[in-house]
Structure formats: structure tokens, C-alpha cells
């Protein structure tokens, strides 16, 4: 049987008025705490569930908040998403999942799909660097926040990983081993996680003292094991000495890299040592364990849920800043001291 307000109301002892207002996050200060907690628990035990539909048509809102991620059968994402859908759900919102396949014609469809639906607001996974999406999201007003990705010029809030750390705590790592020639197979540039990368590489190696020329860069095609293996064959096909240290631009490249030595005749870490980025789960179980940075995939989920939340419930947009999150390194076996040959 399926529970009604009225019933909320009856077994909570309280008008369907105040019923109403407790249940509904935008109004429930207006009620008494203790009602507010009482008619909660009670819509918990009945299993009831709002009339969104009747909801949206009295407050002008879906309740939705269109979540556009760029690929979904990437380990990255799904923590993510569960750290987005902790904060919404309590917040009376459902999150709608799309895919783009990193596909900017793709995401503008799926955009322009959202937008029918009348999403509240958007978490974007999926910018690129000059991102038509994000310029329209702006032109038009709507809510929005970016997660893991940055635009060229900032006109969103948006929460990631703090990447030009990760890359100095790398190379700093690697010198420690002993690593001097120390290469870099970098994301697609078009994206601000390969682009962002790539530039403190040649940063840090700069500062660092080191050769230019002993540090090459490989700029992959994409962010998957394939890519990986396809870079590291070109890297190992370049003349000159062989680098004793590669850092990857993601974890599945990190993979793709290591395959791609072991069809070579070379061991990680013996010969060239392997790190990887963001920590996807089970990178401990894989042989080497992957050297890793730890990013804080829940937490950045969580982060770009409250700005948006706080801003479809408050009305006023935030100010475009950028929350930049901590990522440890997670030294495991895919690095070791480098060869003394």
C-alpha cells in the first residue's frame, strides 16, 4: 500500500500543512526541531514518497540535477558519483546520469536533453578545456558545478585534485630513487587533467634541475590501457638514452604502460619505474601494486554536491572558485630505485 501525506501527517499527530513543510528541506526551519525529526522518521517507517511531479508543477522545479560524466566504465568516476547522490538524496534531489563519451557533440545533445527535462543544475564531469556546455550553462543561468575538470577560463565553481602538488610530490619521489631521466606520458591535451599535468611536468623538471632532454613527453590519445600501451611503444622507439622512470597521466594509463613494457622485455620496477594518478580501486591488487596518488574521488563528489545544493536551495550563485583537494602519494611496488646500468 502506498502511503500518503495524510497518513505522514496523521501517525506524526500534525496538520498535512506542517507535514509538508517538515518533509521538504527548502521549508523544514520553519517547523520545530523535534516535529521536523519525528515526521521524518515516521515518512521513513511508511516508505513514503513525495509527489515530485505535484511538487514541480507547485514550485516551478524538477528536483533533478543533470550529472554528465564523460565515461562511465572508468573506476574513477562511480565513487563520484556516490559522494554526489549522499548530498542530494537528503536534499530532496535525484541525480540524472548521462554519458558522454567524451564526445563535445555528444555532451551538448545530452546537455540540451537535461535542459528539456528541467534539470535544477548541473555537475560536469566532462569539461573540456573550451567547453561550448559551460559557456551555455552560464548564458542561460543555471546552477552548476564542475568536478575533476577545469575550463580554460574559469566561470564555474568547480572542486579537483590539487595536480601541480601530485606532480612535484612525483618527481621528487623519483629523484629520491635516484631517477634522472624521467618521462612523461601525458592525457590528452584538450582536457585540463592532461594539460595541467604536462605543464607542471615541465615545471617541476625544470626547477628540479634536471635535463629536458633526458625527460621526454609522450601526449596519448585517450585515458585507457590501450593508450598507454600505444605511448609507451613510441617512447621506447625514440633514440637516446632509455628514461628509468615514467610518470603517467592517469592509472589506466599507468596499466597500459606496464603491459606495454613486459611485451618489451622489461620489468617494472627493475628497469623503468611506473606512477600513476588517482587511485582507482584495485590498483593495490595489481602486479606491480601501482605507485599512485591518492585522489579523493567520495570527497570531491560530496564537495561539488553541497556548492551546487547550497545554490539551487539559496538562489545566489557562488563565486567561480576553484576548491582544490589534497592528494597523497601511495607509494607502492611499481617504483623502485633506478638501474645502475
Known amino acids: 500500500m502506498v502511503s500518503t501525506l495524510a497518513d505522514v501527517a496523521e501517525a506524526a499527530g500534525v496538520h498535512p500543512g506542517t507535514a509538508s513543510k517538515a518533509l521538504n528541506p527548502e ?28 511538487r514541480g508543477l507547485r514550485t516551478k522545479r524538477s528536483y533533478t540535477v543533470g550529472f554528465m560524466v564523460p565515461d562511465l566504465i572508468n ?15 537528503p536534499a530532496g534531489l535525484s541525480a540524472l546520469i548521462v554519458n558522454t563519451d567524451n564526445d563535445p557533440k ?33 548564458k542561460r543561468k543555471i546552477p552548476a558545478v564542475l568536478v575533476n575538470r577545469l575550463t580554460e577560463t574559469q566561470l564555474l565553481p ?22 634522472r631521466r624521467i618521462a612523461h606520458i601525458a592525457g590528452p591535451q584538450n582536457l585540463s587533467t592532461g594539460y ?19 625527460c621526454p613527453i609522450i601526449v596519448s590519445t585517450g585515458y585507457n590501457e590501450s593508450a598507454g600501451t600505444t605511448a ?6 625514440e633514440t637516446g638514452p632509455r628514461p628509468t622512470a615514467i610518470l603517467a597521466a592517469n592509472d589506466q594509463l599507468a596499466i597500459g604502460i606496464i603491459d606495454g613494457l613486459k611485451e618489451a622485455g622489461l620489468n617494472c620496477p627493475k628497469d623503468i619505474s611506473v606512477i ?9 591488487r595489481v602486479h606491480p601494486s601501482l605507485t599512485t596518488f591518492a585522489l579523493p574521488k567520495h570527497q570531491m563528489g560530496v564537495e561539488a554536491a553541497e556548492i551546487l545544493r547550497a545554490w539551487i536551495e539559496g538562489g545566489t550563485a557562488p563565486e567561480p572558485k576553484i576548491v582544490y583537494l589534497p ?15
Open 158 to 179: 568547480a572542486v579537483v585534485g590539487d595536480e601541480t602538488s601530485e606532480v612535484r610530490d612525483a618527481i621528487e619521489h623519483l629523484i629520491k630513487l635516484g631517477h
Open 106 to 138: 555528444k555532451e551538448m545533445q545530452l546537455f540540451d536533453t537535461l535542459v528539456n527535462r528541467r534539470c535544477d543544475g548541473f555537475i560536469l564531469a566532462t569539461a573540456f578545456r573550451n567547453d561550448p556546455v559551460v559557456k551555455e550553462i552560464v
Open 75 to 89: 573506476p574513477l568516476f562511480p565513487p563520484i558519483v556516490r559522494g554526489v547522490e549522499e548530498v542530494l538524496g
Open 232 to 237: 609507451i611503444a613510441k617512447l621506447l622507439a
Open 276 to 284: 600513476g594518478f588517482n587511485d582507482i580501486p584495485m590498483m593495490h
Open 327 to 341: 592528494c597523497p602519494l601511495v607509494i607502492r611496488e611499481s617504483t623502485g630505485p633506478a638501474p645502475t646500468s
Open 27 to 54: 521549508s523544514r526551519h520553519l517547523v520545530a526541531a523535534e516535529t521536523v525529526k519525528r515526521v521524518l522518521e515516521i515518512a521513513a517507517k511508511l516508505n513514503y514518497q513525495p509527489n515530485s511531479m505535484a
Open 196 to 214: 595541467i599535468r604536462l605543464r607542471a611536468f615541465e615545471k617541476v623538471i625544470s626547477e628540479s634541475g634536471l635535463s629536458a632532454a633526458d
